[in-house]
């Protein structure tokens, strides 16, 4: 029974992604207001809802400061990202390596998220939203402000909501 209740939960955020949104975000122009109200009844009222809602507030404050310790710690040992035009990236450890990779290559980053909708059940959490993220690569004075939307699983594991799978999509085309 319960896994039926989490597939019928995974097929109907599939549907929400597949109908959502899709608009070109653009800084200034539609930029979501920061106030995390991304709010589902799932998440009103209670400590994992008030944690979830925020959750994207501390992984944006930890990339900000560049604490890798801190910020993999968000993530479940056997996490899958799934960046953009990148090959999939498996597991904590590997996980942590892009992150020093890519804060290695920049001398600037930030990171600045804006929750659209948060869907939970039982002890898993989708969050969708949008982001903007800055970042100059070394050796130049270039930023790079790039925009876009993810997708974040949460898992509750021995009682802390870790991200288990992540997905997100660049705004910007492909250089051709």
Partial sequence: MKRSVNLCFIALVSLALLFG?????????????????????????????????????????LFN?????????????????????????????????EFEKFLGQNTFARHETFPEEILTADDFSIER??????????????????????????????GKWLITWEIWNSDQPLPK
Avoid at 22 to 50: I, L, Q, W
Avoid at 130 to 158: L, S, W
């Fill in 129 to 158: 939203a949008r982001y903007i993220m800055t970042y100059t690569p070394m050796n130049t004075t270039n930023r790079i402000v790039e925009t876009g939307r993810h997708v974040i699983c949460r898992k509750r594991q021995d």
């Fill in 21 to 61: 949104n899709s608009c070109r975000f653009e800084p200034g122009v539609n930029t979501p207001p920061k106030d995390n109200a991304a709010n589902t009844p799932a998440t009103e009222n209670t400590a994992d809802g008030e944690y979830l809602k925020n959750a994207n507030v501390e992984w944006d404050r």
């Fill in 65 to 97: 400061d560049r604490d890798v310790t801190k910020l993999v710690a968000l993530y479940a040992e056997d996490a899958v990202s799934m960046p953009y035009n990148y090959q999939t990236v498996k597991g904590k450890t590997s996980i942590r390596n």
